[in-house]
């Protein structure tokens, strides 16, 4: 993730318009590759979201053991999607201020469970949980890598609507740096904490919550719940501000139907394309679970970040008029090339039904191509 972090920061760096990884791909490869790189951006945060409103209701479930039951959980997709909807449609700047919020208040119990954990562990002289342990091959190996393409994932969201940024091109690549340190810190310490906390970790439903409650009851329990809930809905709260914008941004060049670049005359903001995201978050929560929804958005993420890699050195050689560039990778045009071959290895972890998904946006994009061309 350093190495396709580090090729984005460069890419964007020359650019100050709105549209991310589709703009990046279309500036460097042409329409056709920054229609399908649009089509797999979408994909991947469509899919994203939706497995986070799936562990809302899982966490929900420590206060209302029902929450999973069919109508409870639908009843709870649409009122987590349709609030924040309601909310960014209002405006960017009340999108950002809640994002911001969540944000904040969302890192106050993961470091709370990090500290809980330390402290149990130091109480135990940092032993271990007892746990049976196996001998993973490498297809597992990658297979768990495809996983934490998802934790680590989400950067390319921000990029999104760098158009209505101050100034995208400066603060693009400083913002990219810092979120890869600070969460490479983050989730270390929370994977040791829990690892070294619950027995048999891996089969836990609320890992963060069951961490808290061997530490101080049932009441850290609900609150570290609480925490956890409140994370999840500040990472949907970040999704429907940043990634609707991709969309209108297709619509502006003339990509996508012109419904998509429609401003909303009260508020300013592009609300076809945000209603749009939104009814597609919600139904494949409800049709999908968590890890579907996980490993689908990983490989989508991967072709795409493949793809801005792979811009990279293209973008140096063109220098297309306004995409110079603030921040310079070293040996960018190395890591441009071990960027796209570490995507192209963890997408062969992609099963069928995976698969089709995939193949089905892949053939969407060349009709929109088709259609747009003529």
Request: hydrophobic share 60%.
């Amino acid at each position: 993730m350093s190495v396709i972090i580090g090729c984005f920061a460069e890419v964007a760096s020359r650019f100050q318009q709105a549209g991310g990884p589709y703009l990046y791909a279309r500036v460097a490869f042409g329409r056709l590759m920054g229609i399908q790189t649009a089509w797999m951006l979408w994909l991947a945060q469509v899919a994203a979201p939706a497995a986070n409103a799936n562990l809302f209701v899982i966490y929900l479930g420590e206060f209302f053991p029902h929450a999973k039951d069919p109508i409870p959980r639908a009843l709870s997709l649409t009122v987590l999607v349709g609030f924040l909807t309601f909310i960014n449609i209002r405006g960017v700047r009340a999108g950002t201020w809640v994002s911001d919020l969540f944000t904040v208040a969302k890192l106050v119990p993961l470091l709370a469970v990090i500290v809980l954990g330390l402290l149990v562990l130091q109480s135990h002289q940092w032993n271990i949980a007892a746990a049976h342990v196996s001998s993973p091959g490498t297809s597992q190996w990658l297979r768990a890598m495809l996983l934490l393409v998802f934790a680590y994932g989400g950067f390319e969201t921000a990029l999104a609507p760098m158009g209505e940024a101050k100034n995208p091109r400066r603060d693009a690549p400083f913002a990219l740096l810092t979120a890869l340190l600070v969460c490479t810190a983050i989730y270390a310490l929370i994977q040791w904490v829990v690892i070294g906390v619950l027995p048999e970790a891996a089969l836990s439903q609320r890992p963060l919550a069951d961490v808290a409650r061997l530490a101080v009851g049932h009441a850290g329990a609900a609150l570290v719940a609480i925490g956890a809930l409140i994370s999840f809905y500040g990472y949907l709260s970040a999704k429907i501000l940043g990634v609707p914008r991709v969309p209108f941004a297709l619509a502006e060049q003339g990509d996508l139907p012109k419904a998509f670049a429609a401003v909303h005359r009260r508020f300013h903001t592009p609300y076809v394309s945000i209603l749009a995201f939104a009814v597609l978050v919600w139904g494949f929560a409800l049709i999908g679970e968590f890890k579907w929804n996980v490993t689908l958005s990983a490989v989508a993420r991967l072709l795409y970040q493949g793809v801005g890699c792979a811009a990279l050195p293209i973008l140096r050689r063109k220098r297309p008029e306004g995409a110079i560039a603030m921040f310079h990778l070293p040996a960018g045009d190395f890591f441009a090339v071990l960027g796209v071959v570490l995507c192209l290895i963890l997408v062969t972890r992609v099963d069928f039904g995976q698969s089709l998904i995939l193949f089905a946006t892949i053939a969407l994009a060349f009709i929109n191509w088709a259609i747009v061309s003529r």
